[in-house]
């Protein structure tokens, strides 16, 4: 399974990016797609994820109420819409997808990893 992040770049403090997550040739079916971030020199944090059979989402406490996770079935994408930027949010973001379908936010949950997408936040 190849997962493709893209959207991410540089942004200002309290500024916004919308990154997306496509898996050609592969359908979530009743998969979980979560979104997790990794800092220089941090370990990778879980930031959301979303279950594709019935859209049930979760959050870090680090993003609630800033960051929305949301799947287009049309296309089989899912999106991570990202307000209220930080600088504490600058890191790669990477898509995956566990297969067993638990909502959770720890990465050895998931089987499949993009390659990730840099989201720079600048004061």
């Known amino acids: 399974v190849r997962l493709v992040e893209s959207g991410g770049g540089p942004a200002q403090a309290g500024g916004s990016l919308r990154l997306s997550c496509t898996a050609p040739?592969?359908?979530?079916?009743?998969?979980?797609i979560g979104w997790f971030r990794q800092a220089p020199g941090k370990e990778r944090e879980g930031v959301s994820c979303?279950?594709?059979?019935?859209?049930?989402?979760k959050y870090s406490d680090s993003v609630k109420g800033r960051f929305t996770i949301s799947i287009d079935h049309a296309t089989n994408t899912v999106y991570l819409q990202m307000n209220s930027l930080r600088t504490e949010d600058t890191a790669v973001y990477f898509c995956?997808?566990?297969?067993?379908?638990?909502?959770?936010?720890?990465?050895?949950?998931?089987?499949?990893w993009g390659q990730g997408t840099q989201v720079t936040v600048s004061s």
């Open positions: 979303i279950s594709n059979s019935d859209g049930i989402t």
């Open positions: 040739g592969f359908t979530f079916d009743d998969y979980v």
């Open positions: 995956a997808v566990d297969s067993l379908g638990a909502l959770s936010l720890w990465s050895h949950e998931y089987d499949y």
